[in-house]
């Protein structure tokens, strides 16, 4: 009796046992652990699986499309969302507000001031680079130095010469960054890339670390108009480099990017300045300025590999 006893707790105890290393290897099981939560809370718990820039806050999401492969070489084609709040003259792609659609690249130029082709850009190597490096500083508190020091500040504003550098900003697939050309016609990064880029003419052609050749030879032109007081000055100029070929190294392939014509794009911005002067004092005149500008536009229309 006390045998048969023994033996039926054995074989419940292995039963038992069996039954708990199948649950344990059963991954059903752990799916099956689901615990509803108000609306509200399952709601908000999507934002965790969202990339947030801890910095500033802003999300960061991209969907992808569709992805070109040539070799081991790929391509991708996604939307990417990018969104830090409303900017005052800030207006939306034709994808939406805060979304962009990554299928090719640019290079966007930024004009700052006057273009970098206008007037006299001597200046900026003979009197405003020594002054940002400290060459008058030995006339410090003399009225040499503040005739000078107006003098260089009442040129930049009244724009009989260009103060600042236009910056060019990197972005396609693998590539980035922003670079601006020095007083010297010297191309210089912002941040340090292993970027070999050359300037032809309307056209930008950058090989990158990894021997990948990336053509921009489609170009958009800008149309600005300077106006201060009663004068004006019409100026057009490249606006954005669009991408046109990709080609990897030892002839492994290239991808191709045709556009077609997206029409003209308009805009008039107004701004207001004062520049007054340390030694007289008095009031300044309020100077309104306005710019208006126009730009063509291109629009992606197929890629093609070979």
């Not at 960061?60 to 709040?85: A, C, E, K, M």
């Not at 503040?146 to 900003?169: E, H, M």
């Not at 050749?213 to 108009?225: A, D, K, L, P, S």
């Amino acid at each position: 009796m006390k045998k048969t006893f023994l033996l039926c707790s054995l074989l419940v105890y292995c039963l038992l046992l069996q039954a708990r290393q199948n649950s344990q290897a059963n991954p059903l099981n752990d799916i099956e652990q689901v615990f509803p939560v108000s609306p509200e809370a399952a709601s908000l718990g999507r934002y965790g699986d969202v990339p947030v820039n801890l910095a500033t806050g802003k999300i960061n999401y991209t969907i992808p499309v569709y992805t070109i492969r040539i070799g081991d070489f790929q391509w991708p084609v996604y939307l990417s969302y990018n969104y830090s709040g409303l900017v005052t003259e800030q207006d939306h792609p034709m994808t939406g507000l805060g979304w962009d659609l990554i299928a090719s690249g640019r290079i966007t130029r930024q004009v700052r001031g006057m273009d970098d082709q206008y007037g006299n850009q001597s200046y900026k190597a003979t009197a405003i680079i020594p002054y940002l490096q400290g060459a008058y500083d030995h006339l410090s508190g003399t009225a040499a130095y503040r005739d000078k020091q107006y003098q260089i500040y009442d040129n930049i504003a009244n724009r009989n010469f260009d103060g600042q550098q236009d910056l060019y900003s990197i972005n396609a697939s693998g590539l980035g960054g922003s670079f601006v050309f020095n007083e010297k016609n010297e191309i210089v990064f912002l941040q340090h890339k292993n970027y070999k880029v050359q300037k032809n003419g309307d056209s930008f052609t950058i090989i990158d670390d990894k021997g990948i050749t990336y053509y921009f030879t489609v170009h958009e032109i800008g149309t600005y108009q300077y106006s201060v007081g009663p004068e004006s000055v019409n100026r057009s100029v490249p606006v954005s480099y669009l991408l046109t070929q990709v080609q990897l190294p030892n002839n492994k392939g290239s991808i191709y990017f045709e556009y077609v014509s997206g029409g003209i794009y308009r805009k008039k911005v107004y701004s207001e300045s004062k520049t007054k002067d340390g030694a007289t004092g008095g009031t300044p005149p309020v100077i309104v300025d306005y710019r208006e500008s126009s730009s063509s536009q291109y629009l992606l229309k197929k890629n093609t590999i070979s």
